[in-house]
Nanobody
Framework: QVQLVESGGGVVQAGGSLRLSCAASGRTFSLYAMAWFRQAPGKEREFVASISWSGGSTNYADSVKGRFTISRGNAKNTVYLEMNSLEPEHTAVYYC????????????????WGQGTQVTVYS
């Protein structure tokens, strides 16, 4: 019904920036919100940010407020995660998620997931 594809990950020096993209296809008109999660080696998947389908509301993990920005593209089928002032602790696989009714922080509530894109930050 809905397919998500992430892109934009890579290797960056500490202090640098990256912009991740998530392209949604299929029956995207049924979606309510999209979100970003990340999972570092040996750790559980954690919430990063979410945005309503209309782009009118956003939600951020406390750890990334003021540093990361989630936004929706003009086409409305693409969501971005702008990451600034990156540090090695941000190294993880970043996943795009979407749901038709939920936009919170619990990964188990999201119905659709991309395959992830690796972000590596080095000192």
């Amino acid at each position: 019904q809905v397919q998500l594809v992430e892109s934009g990950g890579g290797v960056v020096q500490a202090g640098g920036s990256l912009r991740l993209s998530c392209a949604a296809s299929g029956r995207t008109f049924s979606l309510y919100a999209m979100a970003w999660f990340r999972q570092a080696p040996g750790k559980e998947r954690e919430f990063v940010a979410s945005i309503s389908w209309s782009g009118g509301s956003t939600n951020y993990a406390d750890s990334v407020k003021g540093r990361f920005t989630i936004s929706r593209g003009n086409a409305k089928n693409t969501v971005y995660l702008e990451m600034n002032s990156l540090e090695p602790e941000h190294t993880a696989v970043y996943y795009c998620a979407a749901d038709s009714v939920y936009w919170g922080t619990n990964a188990a509530e999201y119905d659709y997931w991309g395959q992830g894109t690796q972000v590596t930050v080095y000192s």
